[in-house]
């Protein structure tokens, strides 16, 4: 059973980075295609981006110059870098696996790290 454990969230001032962290387990980490999502007080959880075994990519349009999303299979882990921080990125964020591969349709997503806090602050 695959399993998912974000690390990496924190406080930082706009203007700031930040490198989230998803290790995985339990399974052939290549197989799967590996995504972040996050959700905002009040807000429904949304995309933000996603990597595939091919490495190829896929991002929100509000991330897109932004964040970048990138894995390291010998370490079984995913990255987030995070640039440019806006108080709207104030979010929970959760690490994603999907087994079929895609990550253009995120409502393959189906299993889910428990998240992790990033505040920015203005």
């Known amino acids: 059973q695959v399993q998912l454990e974000e690390s990496g969230g924190g406080l930082v001032q706009a203007g700031g980075s930040l490198r989230l962290s998803c290790s995985f387990s339990g399974r052939t980490f290549s197989s799967y295609a590996m995504g972040w999502f996050r959700q905002a007080p009040g807000k429904e959880r949304e995309f933000v981006c996603a990597?595939?075994?091919?490495?190829?990519?896929n991002y929100a349009d509000s991330v897109k110059d932004r964040f970048s999303i990138s894995r390291d299979n010998d370490k079984n882990t995913v990255y987030l870098q995070m640039n440019g921080l806006k108080p709207d990125d104030t979010a929970v964020y959760y690490c994603?696996?999907?087994?079929?591969?895609?990550?253009?349709?995120?409502?393959?997503?189906?299993?889910w790290g428990q998240g992790t806090q990033v505040t920015v602050s203005s």
């Open positions: 990597i595939n075994w091919g490495y190829i990519r």
């Open positions: 994603a696996a999907n087994r079929f591969g895609s990550v253009f349709s995120t409502s393959s997503f189906d299993i």
